[in-house]
């Protein structure tokens, strides 16, 4: 177990070069001076003055010099202030200025990451646990009504697109119901938030809100996490009930479970101990990467729901054709999915043991 933790580990740092590779390669495509927002807030729109920060940031050095710029930062004088000092590099958390935020892009990460992290955490249980239910119910009641029903559900969920139930779901719960608004809180709430009084432990409102004494926090955030939950939830359902069905279909037919139920076992007792675990193998491949899609940002949800997480934001950067901020966000999302595929692999070991041989 432990070697195969230690193959997946000593393979990050050259999946992380590849990427970095890649990303660097896209941003060399950019002009001169639009790199300059990789060290500089201010581009000087002077071009004597902008040549000079050229020169100076080594945006005209060999490729190789200008990729360790890139990563460790490059000494250079502030054009306002006069002060020398070392601007850039991602490995030091500068991933540049973002145009489009009028911030640090790592500010802006900081800053939106949280709500991303927020939506994540209270959509994994419903999609999942759902899911994965949903699959097993089909595969138990095999062509019966249920099954049927279930199939059903299934094929709408991959037919419907995710802009279409977004907007639904806010025709009825939001413009006839007024029960689940947009955004992320209440007009009032966030006055509360953005208060003195309300400590920020982790800038995720409903967890901060049960950390503050502020139950009306809370379930004000819940309630407009209600709709981006859903609209997430639908198409995965639709996912996860159609592999764990399968799954357990497989399982239900090996002889391990014929022999169970000719012990005399009852159907439940073969179902949750025999079949049901073995069936879960690929479902545990394919939640990991439902989570680190989640962590990523879900850039149509968060956008039709006015939710202020890192998806939205990249949204906002694109239709700015604001490319150095896209890039800052498509790094920073890299890293979050080869983390989550380490994860994944691990928990795929203790599931199987025999890919420990692998």
Do not use: C
């Amino acid at each position: 177990m432990y070697a195969y933790i230690l193959r997946r580990l000593l393979l990050m740092p050259l999946l992380l070069f590849g990427v970095t590779i890649l990303l660097f390669l896209m941003i060399g495509m950019l002009p001169e001076d639009a790199r300059l927002a990789l060290y500089l807030r201010d581009i000087p729109k002077n071009p004597n003055q902008a040549e000079t920060l050229i020169r100076q940031y080594g945006l005209r050095d060999p490729i190789y010099v200008q990729y360790a710029n890139w990563l460790f930062g490059r000494e250079g004088q502030d054009p306002n202030t006069g002060k020398v000092e070392v601007r850039g590099g991602i490995l030091r958390g500068d991933f540049g200025w973002s145009k489009s935020g009028s911030d640090t892009i790592a500010n802006i990460i900081a800053r939106r990451f949280p709500a991303t992290v927020e939506l994540a955490l209270w959509a994994i249980v419903p999609i999942i646990g759902i899911g994965v239910w949903m699959g097993v119910l089909a595969a138990v009641k095999h062509n019966k009504w249920q099954d049927q029903a279930l199939r059903v559900f299934s094929i709408v969920g991959y037919s419907f697109p995710v802009f279409v139930v977004g907007l639904l779901l806010l025709m009825i719960f939001y413009a006839r119901l007024q029960w689940f608004p947009p955004g992320r809180l209440s007009d009032w709430a966030s006055i509360v938030v953005n208060g003195p009084d309300f400590i920020r432990y982790t800038g995720m409102n409903t967890f901060d809100g049960v950390l503050n004494g502020r139950l009306d926090i809370f379930f004000d955030a819940g309630r407009h996490l209600v709709l981006p939950i859903i609209s997430l939830a639908y198409i995965q359902w639709a996912l996860l009930l159609k592999i764990t069905r399968s799954s357990m279909l497989e399982s239900l037919r090996q002889d391990y479970v014929n022999t169970a139920r000719a012990k005399g076992l009852a159907e439940k007792i073969v179902v949750n101990r025999h079949a049901r675990p073995n069936a879960l193998i690929p479902v545990v491949t394919v939640s990991g990467f439902v989570v680190v899609g989640l962590l990523n940002g879900v850039i149509i949800t968060e956008t039709i729901f006015n939710y202020p997480g890192i998806g939205s934001v990249a949204a906002q950067a694109a239709a700015q054709l604001d490319v150095l901020t896209v890039l800052g966000f498509t790094l920073f999302t890299g890293v979050i999915l080869l983390a989550g595929n380490l994860v994944v692999d691990v928990m795929y070991a203790v599931v199987d043991p025999r890919v420990r041989l692998s």
